[in-house]
């Protein structure tokens, strides 16, 4: 599949580690940055998806405001909120195939279905 997209939205949410270390983590937020990485052909109109769908679709299910713990049900860890964010693009945008979470400016974690897959 020759295109890739990304889309860019920004959260945030609260969550704490129940098991970090062998102790639970404070209540604290993050600012949470998400890209979603589309890939296919384009349309006969020349684009892949429309960013402006993907952009309000991430506003709907995007947690902002929210308690990560009741949501993702197990551990808040940047890796399940991806793949979360991932299974739930999948249901409107099944071009997905990729999701990063970025917790800070330094530290991302991304979940994706495919077996391997090269510099997103
Ligand atoms: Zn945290």
Same mark, same amino acid.
């Given at each position: 599949m020759p /295109? =890739?997209?990304? !889309? #860019? =939205? +920004?959260f945030s949410a609260a969550h704490f580690l129940e098991r970090y270390k062998g102790r639970s983590e404070p209540l604290h937020g993050h600012n949470y940055r998400v890209? !979603?990485? &589309? @890939?296919? +052909? !384009?349309?006969d109109e020349g /684009? &892949?998806?429309?960013? &402006? @769908?993907?952009? *309000? /679709? &991430?506003k709907e299910i995007l947690p902002e405001h929210r308690m990560l713990n009741d949501i993702l049900g197990g551990a808040s860890t940047t890796e399940r909120l991806a793949r979360w964010i991932y299974e739930r693009v999948k249901e409107r945008f099944p071009q997905v195939v990729e999701v990063w979470v970025w917790e800070t400016g330094k530290f991302a974690a991304s979940y994706t279905e495919r077996k391997s #897959?090269? *510099?997103l």
């Open positions: /295109y =890739r997209v990304k !889309v #860019i =939205r +920004e890209e !979603v990485v &589309l @890939e296919g +052909e !384009v349309n /684009y &892949l998806v429309d960013f &402006l @769908e993907v952009n *309000s /679709y &991430l #897959i090269t *510099s």
